[in-house]
Structure formats: C-alpha cells, structure tokens
C-alpha cells in the first residue's frame, strides 16, 4: 500500500512539474518611430533621427511568473531614448509602464518584473508606472499582421505588409531586431502608433509607418 501511494505520488509530480516549466506564454507587439521592415538604404538614413520612441505591449494568455498566475494581464512599456532603438544608447533611456488595472498588488509587482526582464536595458530606468486597462487582440489570420493594442494614453493598431505597395526599395527586410526577448515576431504596417499620456516629457503620433512587430513571447 505504501509502495503505491509512493508511486501515485511521483507520478503526479511528473504531470504537474513540465506545466509549471512552461512559464508564460502570451501575445507581444512592438511599434517605433522608424521603419523596421526597410532597405539598409533607408535605415542609415533615419539613424539618430528617427526610431527614438516606441511602445512594447505584452498580454499573457496563461502561465505565472515568480509565482505569481497573471493571465489574462496585460503590461505595457513607452520608451523615449536619445537614440534610434536597437543601436548602441549614447543617453540613459526612460520608460514609463503601464500596468493593466485589473492586476491585484501582487499580479502589478509580477507585471512589472516582466516588463524588465523581457525589455532588458530599455526598461531599466523607470521613471513611472500607471494603471491603465490593457487588451491586445491578434487577428488568427495566415498573414496574422493585424493588431490592436489599447493601454489608454499608449494605442497602437497595424495591418498586414503588402509586397507589392509597401515595398519602396525592393531590398526590404526585417533590418531592426525586435526589441524584447524570448519573441517570434513578423513585421507589421503600423496603422497607428500614439502615445499621448505623461512620464516621458514626449508624446507622439507616429502613423502610417512600417515600424511594427508583433507575435508571440514565452519565458520559461
């Protein structure tokens, strides 16, 4: 009897260890002030003129993160930098979270830790968090370019890359790195991209852009 209570035992910890090592999964968009589907061409000429500000949104499907359930949560990161995102910072950079408002204290401080580790030195200087609804829905389409992410002062919506009326140079790819880490992301047409809220000292409407990704993140 005791041999098999032993055995039940070890085989509910093989069931439930793999899904807890699963972590997090959830949706992952990304928006910037430059074009990140582009020809090198096009990319050197913007460099230190455009692509210092974006907005990271992350929304979890399901999973926690130190010990904490977050799904369904959202978290979202706006950063002003001195230079163009994804090169080599001259100047610290400052970002301003939005955590979802549905997140009780302990989900908020789990978002929060989130937000840093996945937007790495970018998110390091926080210079304020908000509380602010977050929803980002994906279209399941194939070509799964459209998006809308809502975190109040910080929206960003996008469409599918057209080859043939997107393509400028001919020679276009996806020439920036996303942001973040632990992603699969595509590049997207960015619709709109707006941040209009406080805690950077910048606001920006930056539509009509082919500065977009989005995907999918997992933290294990």
């Not at 990140?36 to 907005?55: D, I, Q, R, S, Y």
């Not at 997107?166 to 996303?178: L, Q, R, T, V």
């Not at 852009?209 to 999918?216: D, P």
């Amino acid at each position: 009897m005791k041999r098999m209570v032993v055995l039940t035992a070890l085989a509910l910890m093989v069931c439930v260890l793999p899904a807890r090592a699963a972590g997090l999964t959830g949706k992952y968009i990304e928006a910037r002030t430059c074009d990140v589907w582009t020809g090198p061409c096009f990319a050197n000429a913007e460099m230190n003129l455009a692509g210092k500000h974006a907005v990271l949104g992350w929304k979890v499907d399901q999973g926690e993160f130190r010990g904490v359930r977050l799904d369904g949560l959202g978290v979202v990161a706006v950063v002003a930098a001195s230079d163009t995102l994804g090169l080599t910072q001259t100047g610290k950079g400052k970002a301003l979270l939005i955590v979802d408002s549905r997140a009780d204290a302990g989900q908020r401080e789990a978002l929060v830790a989130l937000a840093r580790k996945q937007g790495g030195a970018l998110v390091e200087n926080v210079v304020g968090v908000q509380s602010a609804r977050v929803d980002l829905e994906i279209c399941p389409c194939a070509e799964g370019g459209c998006a809308i992410l809502d975190a109040g002062t910080a929206r960003i919506s996008t469409r599918c890359l057209d080859g043939k009326h997107d393509k400028i140079c001919g020679n276009e790819s996806a020439f920036y790195p996303p942001l973040a880490c632990d992603v699969e992301v595509r590049p997207a047409f960015a619709i709109e991209h707006t941040f209009t809220g406080k805690g950077v000292n910048e606001t920006w409407n930056d539509a009509g852009r082919r500065g977009a990704y989005l995907g999918r993140f997992t933290v294990r």
